[in-house]
């Protein structure tokens, strides 16, 4: 059946389709409120963690877009850990010259290294104009001491320099295990004050109404941008035109889940990672594209084909284990 009007583009090229668009989350807006708290107080380092697939390199995508909407004097960096990251000293500040996109991030000795990476950031702060450097370590708890003390360097460089550097660890919950390590030590517990002075734990959706902010970015978000095809409308152009919106779909997809969960047999407190949830979403649009129609909605049926599909059952199984160790200990 065809379009009542033509697609500006080709489905296959719109970002659902290709999973690089971005909506916002509670878990997303908490995170950003905390970012911007403390920069306001001053606070130089803050842990921010979550379970994988939660959403948080997203996130990090997500707060470095709106920081830069909001604070366009401030400096951004974003640093994201490699696996087995090596303590060599010359890759590490290789790395983050890289990160600051330095025209030759892998020449020169560890020092040569070290004071080109210096005088790049100084260069990235002036050109913003202010005082502020923002830093986001992803995957941070792969960082082992020797990277800890090489980024205090860094600060207390930039500090000499008059630049103020805030640094967010965003990383899975091992990372509270380091903080605990570090807290051990005189030697290492400047670096939580240094680094680790704060926590957040980055959530997922944990009730229907959790799940209405991102739904309904579906129905305003465009594509093109500004243009009259928010994503809904894209793929079910109908529908939407006669009053379907996402936003109003919460209840029932959240029943989805929730019947998923329970069939399952999880003994745990249901929380929807965001990456599942983007991906039932997206098989519910791209899937149901045949099907529209001024009539057309989304039943139960069609969400719980899509929940399934999008393997969030498989996931949490993985996660069983550590989802009982915290509700034991209450974290």
């Not at 006669?242 to 998923?260: I, P």
């Not at 979403?281 to 989304?298: C, P, R, S, Y």
């Amino acid at each position: 059946m065809p379009d009542s009007l033509p697609r500006p583009v080709d489905p296959s090229e719109h970002p659902l389709a290709n999973q690089t668009y971005i909506v916002p989350t509670p878990a997303i807006a908490a995170m950003y409120a905390h970012v911007r708290q403390c920069i306001r107080r001053g606070v130089a380092g803050a842990l921010i963690y979550g379970h994988t697939r939660w959403g948080k390199t997203y996130a990090i995508r997500y707060c470095v877009r709106l920081l830069r909407l909001e604070l366009p004097r401030a400096a951004i960096l974003t640093i994201g850990m490699p696996r087995n990251p090596s303590r060599s000293e010359a890759l590490f500040f290789g790395m983050l010259l890289k990160a600051a996109q330095h025209e030759r991030p892998d020449s020169g000795t560890a020092l040569q290294r070290r004071l080109r990476l210096y005088h790049k950031l100084a260069e990235l702060v002036e050109r913003a104009a202010g005082n502020r450097l923002i830093v986001f370590v992803d995957e941070a708890q792969r960082l082992e001491l020797e990277h800890y003390e090489w980024l205090r360097d860094v600060q207390d460089e930039l500090e000499r320099r008059g630049v103020r550097m805030f640094t967010f660890l965003v990383g899975q919950p091992g990372i509270l295990n380091r903080k605990s390590s570090f807290r051990q030590s005189v030697d290492t517990s400047q670096i939580v004050s240094r680094f680790m002075i704060d926590e957040l734990r980055f959530e997922g959706f944990r009730s229907a109404d959790d799940l209405k902010m991102s739904l309904g970015a579906y129905d305003t978000s465009t594509f093109p941008d500004r243009s009259e095809w928010p994503y809904t409308r894209f793929f079910l152009q109908r529908a939407f035109d006669s009053g379907f919106r996402l936003g109003k779909q919460h209840g029932v997809l959240w029943e989805a889940f929730d019947a998923a969960h329970r069939r399952a047999r999880f003994d745990f407190t249901m929380e929807i990672p965001t990456e599942y949830l983007a991906r039932t979403v997206e098989i519910a649009l791209t899937d149901n594209m045949q099907h529209d129609a001024a009539d057309f909605a989304l039943s139960q049926a069609s969400w719980s084909q899509a929940v399934e599909e999008s393997n969030f059952v498989a996931a949490l199984e993985e996660l069983r284990i550590i989802f009982v160790d915290e509700a034991a200990y209450g974290s």
